[in-house]
Nanobody, 124 residues
Framework: QVQLVESGGGLVQAGGSLRLSCEAS????????IGWFRQAPGREREFVAA????????YYGDSVKGRFTISRDNANNMVRLQMNSLKPEDTALYYC?????????????????WGQGTQVTVSS
């Protein structure tokens, strides 16, 4: 099992940057693929970015490609999401998710563990 805690959200102006962190408990963190998802009011939760267990492969949603970067530090049970050139449409509750079983890394249904979320608000 793994427990996830997100941090780093906040209010930022358009064009600014934020760095989200996802800290995981448990000694087997390196076995888990990690995804970031977001949900804006009235909208479905959507895929943002994901990284495989080793950190060798990363994946991004089309709307954030080139602006966001996901990375992981297995020694410290941490995954980070660097968000640059933020836009008002990036405003959402951002969730960190984890799973150790094989599955489509972009699909939220393949993740069994979720954090509580951290709010990101981008003002225009």
């Amino acid at each position: 099992q793994v427990q996830l805690v997100e941090s780093g959200g906040g209010l930022v102006q358009a064009g600014g940057s934020l760095r989200l962190s996802c800290e995981a408990s448990g000694r087997t963190f390196s076995r888990y693929r990690i995804g970031w998802f977001r949900q804006a009011p009235g909208r479905e939760r959507e895929f943002v970015a994901a990284i495989d267990w080793s950190g060798s492969y990363s994946y991004y949603g089309d709307s954030v490609k080139g602006r966001f970067t996901i990375s992981r530090d297995n020694a410290n049970n941490m995954v980070r999401l660097q968000m640059n050139s933020l836009k008002p449409e990036d405003t959402a509750l951002y969730y960190c998710a984890a799973d150790s079983s094989p599955g489509y890394i972009r699909a939220l249904s393949t993740y069994g563990y979720w954090g509580q979320g951290t709010q990101v608000t981008v003002s225009s």
